[in-house]
């Protein structure tokens, strides 16, 4: 006997398009299968006022495969200069849903963020008071600290002092990878948010460095230890509503991560729900994937749940393609190193 599983059509909390040839590439491995998504702003140069985020929303819309019904839900990127008055105007005319914090040098394209976060005080108020969250890259910066132990770090020195001294104000700790952000998740209110990547619920820091280096499975914050992958899975497959997906699929041309400096993201959006379907059932725990792909992020951000549905069929393993070819380069698709069961029924 066949099994399969409808869940309402599922909604993606942390993408990366990208413009241009990249985004007319990518865009329908995403709108294939995802009703919505929060778009993430780290363009060069990145979408930082209402609107920037309004003409690249209309280059997205442009771009949209023939027939796709998919709403992108877009960010403005948070510098030193953010006017609270843009981002409040940008929220109130329905354009903008969320303000992505990137601490200065954390990450890709995160040469515009944030330095000194006394300087975004007045903003992260304004958005306290009108409800509009704050996606943030929680890595420090601090060279001394060791790169697997900059998101903890992060939640100490930053990421609590800055909620504490901002009450109200809405968070979401994006692609967390540790059992710290677990924790610390666990233990606050309903303000605080938190995606988990497809990535980091399949593989650990082996997957990267032991038999070779793997460029294709580096990614920020990158994986850390077999304890914090298990934590995560705990966490997404235990029902807790602030816990939601955000593949943080992150596409990069060949040249750009076969490189003896390659950068930093992997590109998920083809296998994520074939990946997910394994995790979850693996776990025992395939009845809460719909909350977390489809229901937990919809609840956080305010939205209706999608009215429509996709059905996940298990049998023989699924044949992955290794590239998905773009107008700027082919850009690999994540493997996750074990075999695929579930596919998505057209
Ligand atoms: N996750 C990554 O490794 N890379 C992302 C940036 C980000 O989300 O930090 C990218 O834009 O490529
Ligand atoms: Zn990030
Ligand atoms: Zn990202």
């Not at 849903?97 to 304004?126: C, I, M, Q």
């Not at 793997?214 to 509503?241: F, I, Q």
């Not at 750009?256 to 930093?264: I, L």
Request: aromatic content about 6%; proline content about 7%.
């Amino acid at each position: 006997m066949t099994q399969s599983l409808t869940i309402r059509r599922p909604d993606d909390w942390h993408l990366h398009l990208r413009d241009g040839a990249m985004l007319e590439g990518v865009l329908p491995e995403t709108t294939r299968h995802f009703g919505r998504a929060i778009i993430m702003p780290n363009l060069v140069p990145p979408v930082v006022r209402g609107d920037d985020a309004r003409a690249y929303r209309d280059r997205i819309l442009r771009a949209l495969p023939e027939g796709a019904t998919f709403e992108p839900l877009m960010t403005l990127y948070l510098t030193e200069e953010t006017d609270p008055d843009d981002v409040a105007a940008a929220h109130a005319s329905g354009l903008v849903h969320a303000v992505k914090l990137y601490p200065a040098g954390a990450t890709t394209n995160s040469a515009s963020g944030v330095r000194d976060f006394d300087r975004v005080a007045p903003v992260l108020e304004k958005m306290a008071e009108i409800g509009l969250p704050l996606c943030v890259h929680g890595e420090v910066t601090d060279g001394k600290i060791d790169i697997f132990d900059r998101e903890a770090v992060f939640i100490d020195r930053i990421l609590d002092p800055l909620r504490r001294r901002t009450p109200g104000l809405r968070v979401v700790m994006e692609h967390i990878t540790t059992a710290n952000a677990c924790a610390y998740l666990a233990e606050s209110d309903g303000d605080l948010g938190a995606t988990v990547t497809t990535h980091h619920l399949m593989i650990n820091r082996n997957h990267i460095l032991a038999g070779g280096i793997k460029p294709h499975y580096y990614c920020l914050p990158v994986a850390k230890r077999e304890v914090h992958r298990e934590a995560l899975v705990e966490l997404v497959t235990s029902g807790n509503p602030h816990a939601f997906l955000g593949t943080d699929s992150a596409p990069h041309a060949r040249d750009a991560k076969e490189n003896a400096c390659g950068c930093a993201g992997i590109f998920t959006a083809p296998v994520t729900l074939s990946c997910l379907a394994e995790v979850f059932d693996q776990a025992g725990k395939l009845d809460m994937l719909e909350d977390f792909a489809a229901v937990n992020g919809a609840a956080f951000y305010g939205k209706p749940q999608a009215d429509t549905q996709v059905t996940l069929v298990k049998g023989d393993p699924i044949e992955i393609p290794e590239w998905v070819e773009t107008g700027a380069g082919p850009v690999r698709v994540f493997d996750p190193g074990m075999p695929l069961h579930w596919r998505v029924a057209e």
